[in-house]
């Protein structure tokens, strides 16, 4: 049996790291298979639905890199450039749904009451055989003993999810529906809608659910909740698949660190957990350092540019050269991208405009450095070179002189600089600076240090 999986998102809002999650599961079951993953938009309730929220949920799936096999081919699907699959909408699938309604009026196993139509469910218990969950009865609740029956058409003719999710898949060929455990409770209906199609159901595997640290179900306003955060907020793709992987599945020897090739090698549906999985932003920030951290020099560059311009920065008004030696410095040193404004935004404000940390200033610009940067300041200003191996010899040779360690000529000359008491090396930072801007943020420390 060849595999064919299915994502099937409603856009009613951004695409919830759930909905994320789940993509990712069917994806790299699709492709530990051999099998098909398939994309289908469920946008059956007009009223909600956004073309916003269609095109954030193509974007999200295009950046974590979960390419879909199937779809019709069209210049005119919404938000898919021509040439592209598509995914299937279910709008665009109406007379479908039709027909197989009008089979089940047919055969008595649907009925209309006042305008809606309703399915006929068993009176029995139903058993869902699940592969993560085990085997589950699902008996009728004390509501449904009296009328299980259940609505498939709405009186305005709007199809609902139980009904078009079954035909969908049943159409789509669909062998496995890995979701979410909260789908659960809907099994048993879907399982009956495909006997009265006159079709086997097919393979179920509900996911455990995402919670909060503290076990708390995960609301769209929690933080990590949405995929817009990490794509916006410097986050690398292949962490953020690493991290979702690991969200409810195992390779059981706890690695934490694996590209996405290594867990579609390993991926299957037995080793998808059964508790709920926990989600931890400090987990996924040390993960995604990493990766950052592993960029080549060209990735972290275009990174580094992409989230200045969305904090603002025009890095337009500078030198190329002196941009790419600025952002160079800065390779390695954050959990997210969306930090170097905060950790190297000096190279890009003019002087006037850089605020130094009170308490830094407080604790380095002081009377008694006075002296000491004075002859710092006449020694940088003699350098012919102004290269970071000149800096920093000059930088020892003055500490020698005076007697004093070279931190203490360091963290004043740093938050001259930077206007801050961390930030990337400082005898490169003050080369990419250079010297006439060094001199002038080093003249108005000394003018500080005298309270003037």
Known sequence: MSVRVRFAPSPTGYLHIGGARTALFNWLYARHTGGTFVLRIEDTDETRNSQEAIEIILSSLKWLGLDWDEGPLSGNLKGEAKGDHGPYFQSQRSSLYEKHVSELLKKDLAYEREGAIRFRMTREPVVIPDLVCGEVTRKLTDREEADPDFVIVRSDGKPVFHLVNVIDDLEMGITHVIRGEDHLSNTSKHIKLFHALGAEAPHYAHIPLIL?????????????????????????????????????????????????????????????????????????????GQYLGELDMNSHVAMAKEALEKKGVSLDEHDSQYVRAALESTYGKFKQMSEILDYAGFYFTERDAIVWDPQACEKHLVPSNHPLILNLQKALSALETFSAEAIQATFKSVATKLGVKVGQLVHPVRLACTGQTKGPSLYDLMAILGKKRVLADVDQALKQMLGS
């Open 212 to 288: 909060n640290q503290d076990g708390s179900k995960m609301s769209k306003r929690d933080v990590g909740a949405s995929m817009t955060t990490y794509m916006e907020e410097g986050f690398t793709s292949e962490a953020v698949l690493n991290y979702l992987s690991l969200l409810g599945w195992s390779p059981k020897d706890d690695r934490q660190k694996m590209v996405i090739g290594e867990v579609i090698s390993l991926f299957d549906l037995p080793q998808i957990l059964r508790h709920n999985a926990r989600f931890d932003m400090d987990k996924l920030l040390s993960l995604n």
